[in-house]
């Protein structure tokens, strides 16, 4: 499985920015899809992540800001952000895990400023 992040950017405090993931392959048997970000000097955490049955995860602090969806016809996933801050800020990574596998994107870089 390969991945290709994109649709970072540099955005306003409050702006809104959609990251898209695209794989290589079908992700329809994939059970777990999500997106990571590792902002300057910190650890890789989990932002959000939709399993194949469609059920969904976030990072309590991003609740209400940020919505994970998943397109297994078109085999991508994507991360709706909004009111985004500039805590925000970070590389933002799309992960695939299936089997006890885990597939990483290269990450798209996300800034949040005025």
């Known amino acids: 499985v390969q991945l290709q992040a994109s649709g970072g950017g540099v955005v306003q405090p409050g702006g809104s920015l959609r990251l898209s993931c695209a794989s290589s392959?079908?992700?329809?048997?994939?059970?777990?899809m999500g997106w990571y970000r590792q902002a300057p000097g910190k650890q890789r955490e989990l932002v959000a992540y939709v399993t194949s049955g469609g059920s969904t995860n976030y990072k309590d602090s991003l609740k209400g800001r940020f919505t994970i969806s998943r397109d297994n016809a078109k085999n991508t996933v994507s991360l709706q952000m909004n009111s985004l801050e500039p805590e925000d800020t970070a590389v933002y990574y799309c992960?695939?895990?299936?089997?006890?596998?885990?597939?990483w994107g290269q990450g798209t870089l996300v800034t949040v400023s005025s």
């Open positions: 392959g079908s992700i329809f048997g994939i059970s777990v």
């Open positions: 992960n695939a895990r299936n089997m006890g596998r885990d597939y």
